[in-house]
């Protein structure tokens, strides 16, 4: 974590699944790597991505340019000023922001592009996926979605209090 947002990456990339809503996000001198990678376990993550946990990773939304065909990029409002953005045609989650939090936007990590992912020597995909906190770990399910590392785990959200630090 020490290097956290220090340095420069070159773009990357990613998409949904149908390959109509795709992203490339840049990497100016210190925003690599990005400065949050999170595990989210909440009803809404599970919900939204048919995946018992999200991995997802913050950038600012100037770093992201966004390509999207036929409108296919729409967004959802899950809570008061949350919007949960999702391609229409296949149903991929890609994005998921805070209106209190403008300058931060989350994108859900499994839409990146394989090759940024585990392609070259794994280190992008590993400064992307190294995960510094997971959320609302009230619901992790015993013996099947309490084994990802991290160094912070939080009862519920930020604010819910850190349940364990690991050091
Ligand atoms: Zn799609
Ligand atoms: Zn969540």
């Not at 340095?7 to 949050?36: D, M, N, R």
């Not at 609302?136 to 850190?162: H, I, Q």
Request: hydrophobic letters at 30%; a neutral charge.
């Amino acid at each position: 974590m020490a290097d956290a947002g220090t340095g420069t990456h070159e773009p990357i990339s990613g998409g949904c699944l149908c390959k109509a809503v795709k992203y490339s996000i840049a990497f100016p001198q210190g925003h690599w790597p990005p400065k949050k990678n999170n595990i989210c376990h909440c009803t809404q993550c599970r919900k939204a991505t048919g995946a018992l946990m999200a991995h997802i990773f913050t950038v600012t939304p100037s770093q992201i340019t966004w390509t999207c065909e036929d409108r296919s990029f729409r967004e959802y409002s899950s809570s008061t000023g949350v919007f949960r953005g999702f391609c229409q045609t296949c149903g991929s989650t890609l994005s998921w922001r805070n209106t209190k939090t403008p300058a931060e936007i989350d994108i859900f990590s499994g839409t990146l592009d394989e090759d940024v992912l585990i392609g070259g020597d794994g280190e992008t995909g590993r400064k992307i996926l190294m995960t510094d906190r997971q959320f609302w770990c009230e619901n992790l399910v015993p013996g099947v979605t309490d084994g990802a590392k991290s160094r912070f785990m939080y009862k519920t959200n930020a604010e819910g209090g850190v349940l364990r630090e690991v050091a």
